[in-house]
């Protein structure tokens, strides 16, 4: 009894020391275990290429006797490589990746499984996963796939035509240079209260070697054409076969810029010359006119004669002339806003009117009614009945007098 209570109180130490010593033995191999690294950022290819998809053991170690396996959870199967002991197991590998995937066998020994795709398709873009089950290891590497198939950008341009007054309805053409027919939208077509056509139609342009286009509108019932021409810059055209569609944005921004510039100049330039030759003309005339000055608003013409017999006006800037096309503009929609009040008081009135008609009509009908049925009612009551027996009675009498004294005069 006693040598065995001995036993069990050194197993109990024994035991602890053990569970010690392995837990140290794992510590310190955890320490020293390699660290599967893929890649962190994605790798890109364009189809038709061979990339490799890399992924190695840091602190490096021979993994040419594990299995080394690629995988895509996504696809179904999900393998895409797997190597078991330095043999490529081909028979549970997607079949989209056969005969495109491969080991560097010869860097197995320094912990390098990085996967050689050749030929990439599109289909390949996707997370693919590199795992050695033996240590429990795996990472991820992304691939990104890009087409090789997007063509220079190409710049159009559309032009639009439209033609009024026409009968019968016109056709529109659009021919190039040379005088072909281009293949443009669909015609639209408006007829107006005159029954006269208004016609239009778009087309879209590219570069050519004149650039020089035609707008055709004809008919051929009354052999009628018109037509007009419209050259287009180079300039609508360029671009490099680099140049990306914000670059294109800014620079058609800009063309349109200088446009609005180079419009505005010469309009304020062109403003500012008319009024200079207008004041020298006054200054020159100025002696030999008699200007007439009233307090009305209004700018009256001068009867002053020029040199020439010509009549000379007073100068209105364009600011005035603006203003007073404001002012007419606000009175004559004054005017159709009061129109419009008195429009619908008018309407108001009509239909208060012919309800009161209604009403009226309504009264008349109801009344004849009441009368109809009262008449019906003196006819059927017995009073009425009683006094036309005693009209019948009285009558008879009247009748039987007259035959008496008819006898007596015969006799």
Not at 204 to 214: G, L, W
Not at 268 to 289: A, L, V
Not at 305 to 311: D, L, R, V
């Amino acid at each position: 009894m006693l040598l065995q209570t001995n036993r069990q109180s050194l197993q109990s130490p024994l035991k602890t020391f053990c569970v010690l010593v392995v837990h140290f033995l794992r510590t310190h191999s955890c320490k020293g275990q390699s660290q599967l690294i893929g890649s962190s950022q994605p790798i890109v290819a364009t189809v038709g290429d061979d990339i490799i998809l890399p992924c190695h053991l840091e602190p490096a170690m021979d993994v040419a006797a594990m299995t080394l396996e690629w995988t895509r959870s996504d696809s179904d199967p999900i393998n895409v490589h797997v190597c078991r002991a330095g043999q490529d197991l081909t028979h549970v590998k997607h079949p989209s990746y056969r005969g495109r995937t491969s080991l560097f066998t010869d860097e197995l020994k320094q912990g390098n499984i990085s996967l050689k795709l050749s030929k990439v398709k599109l289909s390949d873009g996707g997370k693919y996963k590199c795992n050695i089950p033996t240590l429990n290891q795996q990472s991820s590497v992304e691939l990104f796939v890009a087409s090789d198939a997007a063509s220079s950008p190409v710049i159009s341009v559309v032009l639009q035509c439209e033609s009024k007054g026409w009968h019968p309805e016109p056709e529109v053409f659009w021919l190039d240079g040379e005088g072909n027919l281009l293949s443009a939208g669909r015609k639209e077509t408006v007829r107006g209260p005159d029954d006269l056509y208004t016609v239009s139609s778009r087309v879209t342009v590219e570069k050519r070697h004149n650039n020089n286009f035609t707008c055709r509108v004809q008919q051929n019932n009354i052999n009628q054409t018109r037509e007009t021409h419209v050259i287009v810059p180079d300039d609508f055209f360029k671009v490099q076969s680099s140049s990306s569609p914000v670059t294109v944005g800014l620079v058609v921004c800009l063309v349109l810029i200088v446009a609005a510039a180079v419009f505005f100049f010469g309009w304020k330039w062109r403003q500012n010359m008319i009024k200079t030759k207008r004041s020298r003309r006054d200054e020159t005339e100025g002696g030999s006119k008699n200007v007439s000055k009233s307090n009305d608003t209004q700018m009256q013409p001068l009867n002053a004669a020029g040199t020439e017999g010509e009549t000379v006006y007073p100068t209105v800037s364009a600011e005035n002339k603006i203003k007073v096309l404001q002012d007419e503009v606000n009175k004559l929609r004054d005017e159709k806003k009061s129109l419009d009040t008195k429009k619908n008081e008018l309407e108001e009135q009509l239909r208060n009117e012919e309800q009161r008609r209604i009403n009226a009509e309504t009264e008349v009908e109801t009344l004849k009614e009441q009368l109809e049925k009262k008449n019906k009612e003196r006819d059927t009551s017995p009073a009425s009945q009683s006094s036309t027996t005693e009209h019948d009675g009285t009558q008879e009498g009247r009748d039987v007098s007259s035959s008496d004294m008819s006898n007596q005069a015969s006799s």
